[in-house]
């Protein structure tokens, strides 16, 4: 993993090109993701924000799902890489198609919530919640790789 600061006027996330494919990346919580889970205080442990290759972005929370809960393309990807189904980027996905956006150049970023089960308190509220290797597999998959 490598630490990139971006200079700029408070740029949030910007794209980079890997040798396959371009990759939304987030310089730090966006402001309509630390809303999102500031509306889910208490109710949830993980917020995230899944971004597509159009810019068009989904937000979802931690909870407890089965595959009937999921949107078609989210629910095929999911059982192909056997996810649990639970992440906050699962909801991203499921509200990115949804919407009828593609699922692809995907990107997301999950921030910690104060209050949940997981007991995270206020000091890390907001904080980065790292993808987890469920997750990263689901990405791949449906990015393609």
């Known amino acids: 993993m490598w630490d990139l600061t971006v200079p700029g006027d408070n740029d949030h996330d910007f794209y980079i090109r890997t040798s396959?494919?371009?990759v939304l990346v987030h310089n730090e919580c966006s402001d309509k993701l630390a809303?999102?889970?500031n509306e889910h205080l208490g109710r949830t442990n993980v917020a995230a924000e899944v971004t597509n290759a159009n810019g068009a972005t989904g937000y979802?929370?931690?909870?407890?799902?089965t595959a009937e809960d999921l949107t078609e393309q989210v629910r095929?990807?999911?059982?192909?890489?056997e996810h649990h189904m639970g992440c906050a980027e699962i909801?991203?996905?499921c509200d990115l198609e949804s919407q009828g956006e593609p699922l692809t150049g995907l990107g997301a970023q999950a921030v910690k919530v104060a209050g949940g089960t997981q007991g995270h308190d206020l000091a890390e509220h907001?904080?980065?919640?790292?993808?987890?290797?469920?997750?990263r597999?689901?990405?791949?998959y449906l990015n393609g790789g």
Request: with cysteine; net charge negative.
């Open 35 to 37: 809303d999102f889970a």
């Open 60 to 65: 979802g929370v931690s909870q407890a799902r």
């Open 76 to 81: 095929v990807a999911a059982e192909a890489t």
């Open 20 to 22: 396959a494919t371009s």
């Open 126 to 135: 907001l904080e980065d919640f790292g993808m987890c290797s469920s997750c």
């Open 91 to 93: 909801g991203g996905l």
């Open 137 to 140: 597999r689901l990405f791949n």
